[in-house]
């Protein structure tokens, strides 16, 4: 099997392609690079930025926006934007209440002021595209550049605790309901059973998404995550404890990438030594990661950005290109 056999495609829906790993490995590389092939491949692809320290627009050179992006045929970008995420939840709530005339101001307020704070806005903010892009079927294939390991799994436990917010989030909606049809004579206030309706419909529809979302994370078919590494200790063993809490999640790592492998050199002694080192590290990742496909990705000597040098490094992971293929 080769590394492109992992990626599986099942017609009219989307394939989903999280890339991980320890900062600094080169997921955006890796990203970016799958990304040019699927869409040479004739597949309607986009990859989206989860990192608050964006780096895809460099890697790609050219600028990247919070909506799609277009970067070359079949081919778009996105780069979560936190502020612009925050301005569109306020947008939300603002429209919550006028749906709900019974809830104060101040209330609304405090919920927008803790949500500006909240040190994971951006991380409801990739939820929010996640829940977009998971539930419609409009690409081919996504891919999603995410940050750093850990910042990654609060992202990946956000299914689980979206779902019970809206859960109770509908529960209380239903008693205030209730509650403004049996005193609605006195309480004018409350608002029409139009309005009411229409808010436990769309925190109904949010929870159904919600759970869509979670089933397609959960199925191997459609979904996978690729975990990158460079050949050094440290970032093995971030990666296999990643492993293994992604599992908590029904997600299931299938293949790693090794990265910044150093060529055979001759004469460099320190690049020798270190070479030495890496190809220690190399057979422990082959044999700690055994059940996993395994792929090698050579130290470049220019820097990985360009859609030319990140199409050669699809090559090194996929194959040839063919701009033939549909």
């Known amino acids: ?10 017609k009219g829906k989307t394939t989903f392609v999280f890339i991980g790993g320890k900062g600094g490995v080169g997921k955006t590389t890796i ?39 277009p970067i070359t045929d079949n081919l778009h970008a996105v780069e979560i934007d936190p502020e ?33 704070m909240s ?23 996504v891919i999603f550049d995410t940050a750093p390991t850990g910042h990654t799994l609060r992202l990946l436990s956000f299914p689980e605790m979206m779902d019970s917010w809206v859960g109770k989030m509908i529960k209380v909606r239903k008693q205030i309901g209730s509650m403004a049809k049996a005193f609605k004579n006195i309480l004018p206030f409350m608002g029409d059973e139009e309005e009411e309706d229409r808010a436990l ?16 994370m959960a199925d191997s078919a459609r979904t996978s995550f690729k975990m990158v590494v460079i050949p050094e200790e440290m ?26 492998i150093l060529p055979e050199e001759t004469d ?42 990140l199409e050669n490094i699809a090559e090194l992971l996929y194959g040839k290109l063919d701009s033939n293929s549909t």
């Open 31 to 69: 990203s970016a690079a799958t990304a040019l092939w699927m869409a040479k491949q004739g597949k309607k692809t986009l990859v989206i930025s989860t990192d608050p320290a964006h780096s895809l627009a460099d890697s790609l050179e050219k600028p990247i926006g919070h909506l799609p992006t």
């Open 84 to 116: 612009i995420a925050m301005e569109d939840y306020q947008a939300k709530m603002k429209e919550q209440a006028a749906l709900n005339p019974g809830m104060g101001m101040d209330m609304l307020q405090d919920q927008m002021d803790m949500a500006s």
């Open 119 to 141: 040190p994971g806005i951006d991380e409801a903010a990739a939820f929010d595209k996640f829940l977009q892009y998971m539930t419609t079927d409009e690409y081919d294939i």
């Open 268 to 309: 460099c002694e320190f690049c020798q030594a270190r070479r030495t080192l890496q190809q220690q590290r190399l057979k422990q990742i082959h044999e700690k990661f055994h059940d996993q496909l395994v792929a090698e990705v050579p130290l470049l000597k220019e820097e990985a950005k360009g859609v030319d040098t």
């Open 1 to 10: 099997m080769s590394f492109k056999d992992l990626i599986k495609f099942n």
């Open 201 to 216: 419909e769309d925190m109904e529809q949010t929870k159904k998404k919600i759970k869509e979302a979670r089933a397609v």
């Open 235 to 260: 970032s093995i063993y971030e990666s296999e404890r990643a492993m293994q809490a992604l599992e908590k999640y029904d997600i299931h790592s299938d293949g790693v990438i090794v990265n910044q």
